[in-house]
């Protein structure tokens, strides 16, 4: 009972509501006077409390930003804003409800039946998106509150809280064993809170459960999906100040159902109009929140079940009028809210229309996590039959206490186009008509043309209705008819929760701060940030910044952050064994203090990942991967080494290694300030590696050069990171040292015509026709993809990689079409405009007969073509001379 | 899929932390014919029932391991460490 | 004299106000607004510390059937033969000395025993101490933290990333490292603080850890 003293208010649509406390967002505003909660998805008509217990989509609105709240079982709060959703300007007056004026343009499967040429739906849809949907989505960092994700184990999982459920936690939880018990409503007790006759039952039965230390109740959550393993996704709302949900990702070993029954409408006429309400809305109304629900009021029930309703009206003071068989019912009438009722025997005048309508059991999570329901004429109700493995129902959704309220199907249905089985989309008994009519008088297929079970409730309103006018217009038994197929998420849930917390992982170099500060313009690579470019004052956009930073390492000295390449420590015995049988170079005669580039490719010969690795002693390897791939190749290394009992240990050590490439003429000149190292080309010639101390940090050298430079790329302890960086533009300040981005490296290797793996080639390119044969080390007794490769060695080529430059200055995009004589024969991998050459030059995919070398192509550019020259050889330094100074 | 893979090392765990593998084969000799070679490297056996896979467990203690599965119904009979 | 060395975190504890003190050759966070208190909050709630200086090894070879035992260092089984040794920076020598004397066997056919990699770099190393630490940690990783016990480990996604928890109690309070590479650091750091604001979260620095030492 809602405690009077206790009072405060709320926001809606700019008015002040005053509240109780004990009372939902709805029992608020149904007590300030308010009756249209809602307008309707497709005709804009208004709606009022239809269920009051959070199963049908009448009371949605937009609570503190957050769209399609069920506001009966949302608590109401001190200072809370709430909105209207769905009409405009008002609920009052929505000027959208013309709509149902031309519901005769708006059939059913109207989309289907209007929208059959293009051009339509081109010049509808602007109108429709505009129109369409419920609700609006909240905009990204609109406001600090956020969504969760966490995660639960228990024993067992009870779903519903009302006396099966409370039963079935207290005794589960009686041994000590962890129950989880998850209730919708904003206090436990079931029906048992508004039917007041056993109240004292379920407060006993509270108490019990709350004083059973291994039982957790998760109140004001719903369960939405039972899925493999019995996992449980749970939605529950305000877990706390800071969040607008919480989805739990709950675990249990046994699962039960007591989800109980909820109560169904009657179609006829008008039954969708405000002030038609099921009896245990007016129950709750009368009981939880000590609201008078009208001042007089038909009943409209078979049975004994009026009994207790009538007896809650009268003590609450409400004049009954009538108490009417359904099938007494012709109309309701009014034009916003129900002012009287059509009937065989005549009109009668009131404001409150009760149906005590049939109980369904609340089975979508059985049925949808593999449980079979079967009709069960007696009671009413498609019943669970064949359960899951450590599923359970008990109570009402299994079937205790239902008793069928009507004839189905149905002896007789009025069809008429605004007598509703759907809520949610506006679906009436006519539609369905209609479109079984049409042929779709099958259960599945009614449901996909009509909408009918698809909107926000889920089917919870209108399944049974649906399959009873089903049944009944086909001749067919409830049983023949069927349910329709029940998938999660039952009921809905909102985007927001299933996204999660506004938290994608980033992954940062230990140099990240330092590029900060030296103006780096970022970007992703996966979860890496990656400085594209430098933004300097000499430069005013990012191709003068790139070309600045180019030429720095073409004159002068560059050096680049590569933090973000896979690092694998190798070690063991057999590790040139293993290096052997998954690169397609050759490792086990590599000699220590040497450096091989490789290929990596699967049983097909496709290239899978490049990279060098580096020989440290005869069982120690160092392996770099391009920077997306490291897990893959780490896995696929691991992988071959199974069952091999070979003695290879592969660490993974890209986090702890901060890496640079030093690049340029004058590279060596900057290093040799740092260590003593000797770095003249006789003792450390290209494709060496050594350790030694640079600025006193341990380190390793690779002389390499992806860029075409005379260059070495350091590796050291991630913890120096930012020092050695600072240390090395430090030392290169007398040669004008740039750093430089991942933008100029990529213009840098493209003039050496040096492939990357992934962007110049992908899942259909192998060695042979990349034109890197000589990769692939065929005299090897065997190694992975060696089979393929040595039947692509002696194949023709179809395609072949090659370089090629625009005759004039125009510049291709990456992807481009590439065309001979007019026909396709290729697309452009990677194009930049050179410096160097003072055109654009970039690789390219063409079908072999056309790659010859020096041959025309033509290439699509903003629109049109202009033409290139096919290059066999690097654009920058064909000798590689510049790598060995 | 939401179904449990039974990680001889880290317990029951969700099939999300797994990469698949594929179905376990033999590889061929080097010098087998390239039909061999063809259905090692492109042909699934897809068997409606259980077999034998491969499973990294990449959230986890990041070893390979195979399992035997029950394709239709997502039951794991067992997961192991291959020797 | 090399230079010091930066936790992975060092600029965002900066940011974040942190006072900073040398340790063991690590620049790390002595405190973030003062011992006491941080120390307080993680016994009355929880608290979160940045101990990515402690020495990490990582250990495989078929010399490990059984767990590797090394004076003041614990030691953890992350797979078959496949163990992460933790220890303060002072113990690194002599402990992997230690590791290293392992008996060879004399079948001189076999493989060394044991493989050493120094791992302290790769992972940032974050210690989220307190009673509410359970609770945080269910927002932050499916791991059922309420079955691993004292000392034991476990591998999972925590906030999206691949983690090590290694569970290690302050005395009574309940206290779990959470290992992460070096370079996601950041975001794991920051998701943590965030699934822990409800909690009544605070980071606390190394002062605060002295201070719980000399205080219990």
């Known amino acids: 009972m809602a405690d009077n003293s206790d009072r405060f208010t709320f926001q809606f649509d700019g008015r002040t509501i005053e509240a109780r406390s004990?009372?939902?967002?709805?029992?608020?505003?149904?007590?300030?006077?308010?009756?249209?909660?809602?307008?309707?998805?497709?005709?804009?008509?208004?709606?009022?409390?239809?269920?009051?217990?959070?199963?049908?989509?009448?009371?949605?609105?937009?609570?503190?930003?957050?769209?399609?709240?069920?506001?009966?079982?949302?608590?109401?709060?001190?200072?809370?804003?709430?909105?209207?959703?769905?009409?405009?300007?008002?609920?009052?007056?929505?000027?959208?409800?013309?709509?149902?004026?031309?519901?005769?343009?708006?059939?059913?499967?109207?989309?289907?039946?209007?929208?059959?040429?293009?051009?339509?739906?081109?010049?509808?849809?602007?109108?429709?998106?505009?129109?369409a949907g419920l609700g609006v989505a909240p905009q990204p960092g609109g406001g600090s509150k956020d969504y969760e994700h966490a995660w639960m184990h228990a024993e067992v999982a009870v779903i519903g809280g009302g006396p099966a459920g409370l039963q079935a936690a207290v005794e589960m939880a009686h041994d000590g064993s962890p129950v989880v018990l998850i209730d919708d409503q904003p206090e436990l007790g079931g029906h048992l809170r508004y039917q007041k006759r056993a109240g004292a039952v379920a407060s006993a039965l509270v108490d019990q459960l709350r004083a059973t230390p291994s039982a957790q109740i998760i109140s004001r959550s719903y369960c939405f999906g039972l899925y493999e393993g019995n996992l449980l996704g749970v939605v529950q709302a305000n877990p706390h100040g800071g969040a607008i949900e919480r989805l739990i990702h709950l675990r249990a070993k046994r699962v039960v159902i007591a989800t109980g029954a909820y109560e169904v409408p009657f179609t006829f006429e008008n039954n969708d109009l405000p002030g038609v309400m099921l009896s245990t809305a007016v129950q709750r109304l009368i009981h939880l929140h000590g609201i008078k629900p009208g001042e007089r009021a038909v009943v409209v029930a078979t049975g004994a079940p009026p009994d207790e309703v009538a007896e809650d009206l009268s003590q609450a003071g409400v004049e009954l009028v009538s108490i009417l068989a359904p099938s007494e019912v012709i109309a309701a009438t009014g034009a916003t809210h129900v002012t009287g009722l059509r009937t065989k025997s005549g009109e009668l005048s009131c404001d409150l229309l009760v149906m005590c309508g049939q109980r369904v059991p609340d089975a979508g999570l059985l049925h949808q996590a593999g449980g079979k329901l079967v009709w069960n004429q007696d009671r009413g109700a498609f019943l669970p039959a064949e359960l899951p493995a450590n599923v359970s129902a008990v109570g009402e959704v299994a079937g205790a206490w239902l008793a069928r309220a009507m004839p189905l199907p149905p002896e007789r249905v009025s069809f008429h186009k605004r007598s509703f089985v759907c809520f949610c989309s506006d679906v009436s008994t006519a539609d369905l008509r209609d479109a079984m009519s049409e042929g779709f008088d099958h259960i599945e297929t009614l449901k996909r043309y009509t909408t009918l079970t698809m909107g926000p409730c889920q089917g919870r309103m209108c399944q049974l209705a649906g399959i009873a006018i089903c049944a009944h217009e086909t001749g067919r038994t409830m049983t023949e008819t069927g349910v329709t197929t029940a998938r999660p998420p039952n009921p809905s849930v909102s985007l927001g929760a299933l996204a999660g917390p506004r938290h994608h992982p980033f992954r940062r170099t230990p140099m990240h701060d330092a590029h900060d500060q030296s103006g780096a313009a970022w970007m992703d690579m996966g979860d890496w940030k990656r400085p594209r470019y430098y933004k300097t004052a000499s430069c005013q956009s990012e191709q003068a910044c790139v070309e600045e930073e180019y030429r720095a390492v073409r004159e002068r000295v560059g050096i680049i952050d590569v933090s973000t390449l896979g690092k694998l420590d190798v070690k063991g015995r057999d590790a040139g064994k293993l290096l052997d049988k998954v690169y397609t170079n050759r490792f086990s005669d590599l000699k220590p203090g040497r450096v091989r580039y490789s290929v990596l490719?699967?049983?097909?010969?496709?290239?899978?990942?490049?990279?060098?690795?580096?020989?440290?002693?005869?069982?120690?390897?160092?392996?770099?991967?391009?920077?997306?791939?490291?897990?893959?190749?780490?896995?696929?290394?691991?992988?071959?080494?199974?069952?091999?009992?070979?003695?290879?240990?592969?660490?993974?050590?890209?986090?702890?290694?901060?890496?640079?490439?030093?690049?340029?003429?004058?590279?060596?000149?900057?290093?040799?300030?740092?260590?003593?190292?000797?770095?003249?080309?006789?003792?450390?010639?290209?494709?060496?590696?050594?350790?030694?101390?640079?600025?006193?940090?341990?380190?390793?050298?690779?002389?390499?050069?992806?860029?075409?430079?005379?260059?070495?790329?350091?590796?050291?302890?991630?913890?120096?990171?930012?020092?050695?960086?600072?240390?090395?533009?430090?030392?290169?300040k007398p040669f004008d040292i740039r750093p430089f981005g991942v933008e100029a490296q990529r213009l840098l290797r493209l003039e050496k015509r040096h492939v990357i793996v992934g962007v110049d080639t992908d899942a259909l390119s192998n060695p042979y026709e990349a034109g890197m044969a000589w990769v692939a080390k065929l005299e090897k007794p065997d190694f992975i993809g060696r089979n393929a490769l040595s039947r692509q060695a002696a194949a023709a080529a179809e395609q072949r990689l090659v370089g090629f430059i625009m005759n004039d200055a125009s510049l291709p995009q990456d992807g481009a079409a590439i065309?001979?004589?007019?026909?396709?024969?290729?697309?452009?991998?990677?194009?930049?405009?050179?410096?160097?050459?003072?055109?654009?030059?970039?690789?390219?995919?063409?079908?072999?007969?056309?790659?010859?070398?020096?041959?025309?192509?033509?290439?699509?550019?903003?629109?049109?073509?202009?033409r290139a020259r096919i290059v066999e050889e690097a654009f920058y330094d064909p000798a590689g001379d510049r790598l060995r100074m | 899929m939401s179904f449990l893979i039974p990680c001889p090392h880290c317990g029951n765990r969700s099939v999300y932390e797994f990469r698949f593998g594929g179905e376990v084969k033999t590889r061929p000799h080097p010098d087998s014919p390239a039909a061999e070679w063809m259905e090692y490297t492109y042909t699934k056996a897809n068997e409606a029932g259980v077999q034998k896979e491969w499973w990294f467990h990449r959230l986890g203690c990041r070893q390979w391991l195979q399992a035997r599965r029950n394709t239709t119904t997502n039951e794991v009979i067992e997961a192991f460490f291959p020797e | 004299m090399p230079p010091t060395r930066h936790i992975p975190l060092l600029h965002a504890h900066e940011r974040a106000g942190?006072?900073?003190?040398?340790?063991?050759?690590?620049?790390?966070?002595?405190?973030?607004?003062?011992?006491?208190?941080?120390?307080?909050?993680?016994?009355?709630?929880?608290?979160?510390?940045?101990?990515?200086?402690?020495?990490?090894?990582?250990?495989?070879?078929?010399?490990?059937?059984?767990?590797?035992?090394?004076?003041?260092?614990?030691?953890?089984?992350?797979?078959?033969?496949?163990?992460?040794?933790?220890?303060?920076p002072p113990q690194r020598d002599e402990i992997a000395a230690r590791l290293r004397s392992f008996p060879a066997s004399h079948d001189l056919s076999l493989p060394p025993p044991l493989y050493i990699t120094d791992v302290t770099s790769v992972y940032a190393q974050f210690l989220l101490a307190g009673p509410r630490s359970r609770e945080i940690l269910g927002k932050l990783t499916s791991l059922n933290v309420s079955a691993l016990e004292n000392l034991g480990c476990g591998q999972v996604s925590l906030a999206h990333v691949h983690s090590i928890v290694l569970r290690e109690d302050l005395r009574e309070l309940p206290a779990f490292h959470v290992l992460v590479s070096r370079e996601y650091g950041e975001s794991v750091w920051d998701a943590i603080l965030h699934a822990g604001h409800e909690f009544g979260l605070v980071p606390f620095g190394q002062k605060a850890l002295e201070f719980l030492g000399g205080a219990a």
């Not at chain 1, 199963?55 to 200072?79: L, S």
């Not at chain 1, 160097?836 to 020096?854: M, P, Q």
């Open chain 1, 22 to 131: 004990g009372d939902t967002v709805a029992s608020a505003l149904y007590r300030a006077g308010r009756r249209i909660f809602t307008r309707s998805f497709k005709y804009h008509r208004p709606r009022g409390l239809l269920c009051l217990a959070g199963k049908c989509p009448n009371c949605m609105m937009n609570v503190d930003g957050t769209p399609n709240v069920r506001a009966c079982i949302t608590p109401a709060r001190e200072g809370m804003t709430v909105r209207h959703q769905n009409a405009y300007p008002s609920l009052e007056n929505d000027w959208l409800s013309l709509v149902q004026r031309f519901d005769r343009l708006m059939p059913v499967g109207w989309y289907y039946k209007t929208m059959t040429h293009q051009w339509s739906w081109h010049a509808a849809e602007s109108y429709i998106r505009q129109v």
């Open chain 3, 18 to 88: 942190a006072s900073l003190m040398e340790h063991h050759g690590w620049k790390v966070p002595a405190y973030f607004t003062w011992a006491q208190k941080e120390a307080e909050q993680m016994v009355r709630n929880a608290g979160l510390g940045d101990l990515s200086f402690m020495t990490k090894l990582d250990l495989k070879g078929w010399g490990l059937k059984t767990p590797p035992a090394a004076g003041a260092s614990r030691s953890w089984s992350l797979g078959p033969q496949h163990y992460l040794v933790t220890c303060e």
């Open chain 1, 601 to 732: 490719c699967d049983e097909a010969g496709i290239m899978l990942d490049d990279g060098t690795i580096s020989r440290l002693a005869d069982d120690h390897y160092f392996i770099t991967t391009t920077t997306g791939n490291l897990d893959f190749v780490q896995q696929w290394l691991e992988w071959w080494l199974v069952g091999t009992g070979w003695d290879v240990h592969i660490t993974n050590v890209t986090g702890g290694r901060a890496a640079v490439n030093l690049a340029g003429p004058q590279a060596r000149d900057v290093l040799h300030a740092l260590t003593a190292c000797d770095l003249s080309s006789r003792a450390f010639p290209y494709m060496a590696c050594r350790e030694a101390d640079v600025a006193e940090v341990p380190a390793l050298l690779l002389r390499i050069g992806f860029v075409g430079e005379t260059g070495w790329e350091i590796h050291f302890p991630a913890e120096y990171g930012e020092f050695l960086w600072l240390k090395l533009l430090e030392a290169g």
């Open chain 1, 819 to 866: 065309l001979v004589g007019g026909a396709l024969a290729g697309r452009v991998t990677s194009a930049r405009y050179s410096p160097g050459n003072g055109k654009a030059v970039g690789l390219a995919w063409v079908s072999a007969k056309s790659s010859a070398a020096g041959a025309e192509i033509e290439i699509r550019v903003n629109g049109g073509t202009a």
